[in-house]
């Protein structure tokens, strides 16, 4: 009877740790950069006249409330924690579309985009002219 209770309670052991090592897992499956997500809009917007510098801006000023952020001059990105958010994202980012003007819309994953390679040159700059030297004497 004993026998039968040890091996009871080392089953029940291994059972509650396996357990525990699956739920540790998911706990953080959900940041996981295979499903992690990153959106990017690129858009070209006509801003010739004043109505459309200010389609162009609210449309701007709406991807910027929706917590997106400047990646660089008409692309922007957000970074969502699962593919379900993501999808919120892209169906708002669509609700605000200007009527002319083209807009494309990129996901990839948090690993993709984890990919990228940047590279930030340096304008150039003019040699200074030497200032003019002065005699004393």
């Known amino acids: 009877m004993t026998v039968l209770k040890e091996a009871g309670v080392k089953f029940y052991t291994q ?4 357990w525990e090592e699956d739920m540790n897992e998911n706990r953080f499956s959900r940041l996981n950069q295979y499903r992690s997500m990153w959106i990017l809009v690129f858009f070209d917007l006509p801003t010739e006249t004043a109505t459309e510098r200010k389609v162009a801006t609210k449309f701007r000023k709406n991807l910027l409330d929706d917590g997106f952020a400047m990646f660089q001059f008409s692309i922007y990105m957000r970074f969502c924690a699962s593919r379900e958010n993501t999808d919120v994202h892209v169906k708002r ?7 002319k003007g ?15 390679e940047l590279f930030h040159g340096q304008k150039e700059i003019d ?3 030497p200032s003019q030297q002065l005699e004393l004497f």
């Open 15 to 18: 059972a509650f740790h396996k």
């Open 93 to 99: 980012t669509k609700r605000t579309l200007p009527k």
């Open 127 to 129: 040699p200074e002219t």
């Open 102 to 116: 083209k807009i494309g819309i990129l996901q990839i994953t948090d690993r993709q985009f984890g990919m990228i």
